[in-house]
């Protein structure tokens, strides 16, 4: 029997049937197989396919994008139970990065991506931290350079979660002038990509099962349309933007922890 939910302030009694529901869930389905995850380095993309079609990955995505429309709170129960069963930080990078479609994509882009995003078909991560910059943005050097219909991607990342797993990619790239002004936003479909590579998955103190690799884009062709929002040099903006949801993201499992 699991132990009994302590009721948070801000619960209703729908969210905490909601939470008894993922807590079963990653006790049953996810936690026996914890400790093969830590040592393999990755909790493997297909995991989450039946975790979102329970409704757990994506809970607060719009209804006409195939999500229940809940709260955010919603969201956090997600996090918090994960973190309560020392799962690693996947989700939580996951909503981060499906905010920025939600949030700043073109409705185009949001009809394609986000049904994915939240059925589990898709895994999506964020790419920003780099080699020789760490996370200072502004000295990003990964460049999209505009040819016809496309964009050509050269540079490399690393520290990314979700980097092994995921199949939708979120890139920092320069298109612009140096700066802030000059970055932008582009999606990538990774699968079978060329000039697209996975680099090492690199250890860590914590969170062994969390996959956190190097990137390698090797005149990455992608199509103009998949640039996020459609208009270039919004990158910082779009960083900036979402900043207060990415803190709350962290805080909430580490408190949980």
């Known amino acids: 029997m699991l132990p009994q939910l302590h009721r948070q302030p801000w619960m209703d009694s729908d969210i905490e049937t909601f939470r008894d529901q993922v807590r079963r869930y990653i006790a049953a389905e996810m936690a026996p197989h914890l400790p093969v995850w830590r040592e393999q380095g990755y909790i493997p993309r297909e995991v989450w396919r039946p975790f979102g079609e329970m409704g757990f990955m994506l809970p607060e995505l719009p209804e006409e994008y195939g999500g229940a429309g809940a709260s955010l709170a919603y969201q956090l129960v997600v996090q918090d139970e994960l973190t309560r069963a020392e799962m690693p930080n996947n989700v939580t990078v996951h909503s981060i990065a499906s ?15 986000l049904p994915k995003l939240g059925s589990g078909e898709m895994l999506v991560g964020i790419a920003m ?4 910059c760490g996370t200072d943005l502004k000295a990003i050097s990964t460049r999209a350079r505009r040819d016809g219909d496309h964009y050509v991607i050269d540079g490399a990342k690393t520290f990314i979660t979700n980097g092994f797993t995921c199949n939708l990619l979120i890139v920092v790239a320069r298109t612009g002038e140096a700066g802030s002004r000059g970055l932008s936003l582009i999606v990538l479909e990774t699968e079978n990509l060329p000039g697209f590579r996975v680099g090492r998955l690199l ?3 914590g969170m062994p099962a969390s996959d956190t690799a190097e990137l390698f ?12 929002g459609g208009v ?6 779009q960083l900036m933007g979402q900043l207060p949801y990415e803190r709350m993201s962290i805080a909430v499992p580490a408190a949980a922890v």
């Open 232 to 237: 270039e040099g919004h990158g910082f903006k």
């Open 129 to 132: 931290t780099e080699p020789g």
């Open 203 to 205: 250890e860590k103190i």
């Open 99 to 113: 905010h920025y479609i939600m949030d700043f994509g073109t409705e185009a882009q949001k009809q394609r991506w």
């Open 217 to 228: 884009f090797d005149g990455v062709r992608v199509p103009a349309d998949q640039l996020l």
